[in-house]
């Protein structure tokens, strides 16, 4: 069965501070994942698109990684900001000519002053 | 360019009454898929439409449908509501068909009792 697994669930840290958020997934065959950004009551905002072939892909300090070979994925996040504080959503893509996307439950991330 | 709205962003039903969810992509955009987001669950494929067709769905019972109008505005339908279907509905818009750099609208909050 396809998943994605996500760690850690939630995670508290300093304003100022580096985090890594971590993406396993087991879906075959794979075309793509993305991490998503959702604050609190609104709708997810796509941070980074990575397929088979990339391995890291940034976006002003967010710094997504993959390992295709062992289906992982982290999100790094550099000096982290209290806007920071939201739910980080890893999603994989099945490439099987049609639309098929698992979402991950997501790490909810609170940043402190 | 405006992004994707959603209209109610609240509501509050009670078990057996049906409702529907209205969903604008941005302009231009032809496909519309829908998502539900609960705590327990976290998103969930409902369905994709695409120039008007139902193109993917997710595992949904019947209850849940959707249509979609020739300016690409989509409505979802929830028919004899269930206390379960409390959740965060979600619209995501994308140029084409399967794309997977989607567009999320901010939801429509939906309170079942």
């Known amino acids: 069965k396809n998943q994605v697994e996500q760690s850690p669930q939630s995670l508290i840290i300093l304003e100022g501070k580096n985090c890594t958020l971590q993406?396993?997934?087991?879906?075959?065959?794979?075309?793509?994942l993305r991490w998503y950004k959702q604050d609190t009551g609104r709708g997810p905002v796509s941070l980074t698109i990575?397929?088979?072939?990339?391995n890291t892909k940034s976006n002003g300090r967010y710094t997504a990684t993959l390992d295709a070979d062992t289906k992982q994925s982290s999100l790094h996040i550099t000096a982290s900001q209290l806007s920071d504080s939201a739910s980080y959503i890893c999603?994989?893509?099945?490439?099987?000519?049609?639309?098929?996307?698992?979402f991950g439950a997501g790490t909810r991330l609170f940043v402190k002053a | 360019k405006a992004g994707v709205t959603q209209t109610p962003r609240y509501l509050i039903k009670t078990r057996g009454q049906q409702v529907t969810l209205s969903c604008s992509p941005i302009?231009?955009?032809?496909?519309v898929s829908w998502y539900q987001q609960t705590p327990g669950q976290g998103l969930q494929f409902l369905f994709e439409?695409?120039?008007?067709?139902?193109?993917n769905k997710g595992n949904f019972p019947g209850r849940f449908s959707g249509r979609q109008f020739s300016n690409s505005r989509s409505e979802m339908n929830v028919s004899t509501l269930e206390l379960g279907d409390s959740a965060l509905y979600l619209c995501?818009?994308?140029?084409?068909?399967?794309?997977?750099?989607?567009?999320f609208g901010p939801g429509t909050r939906l309170t079942v009792t």
């Open positions: 995501a818009s994308s140029p084409r068909q399967g794309d997977y750099e989607q567009y």
């Open positions: 993406c396993n997934y087991t879906v075959s065959p794979f075309s793509n």
């Open positions: 990575m397929t088979f072939s990339e």
């Open positions: 999603v994989v893509s099945e490439d099987t000519g049609g639309f098929k996307t698992i």
């Open positions: 302009s231009g955009h032809r496909s």
């Open positions: 439409y695409f120039s008007e067709t139902q193109r």
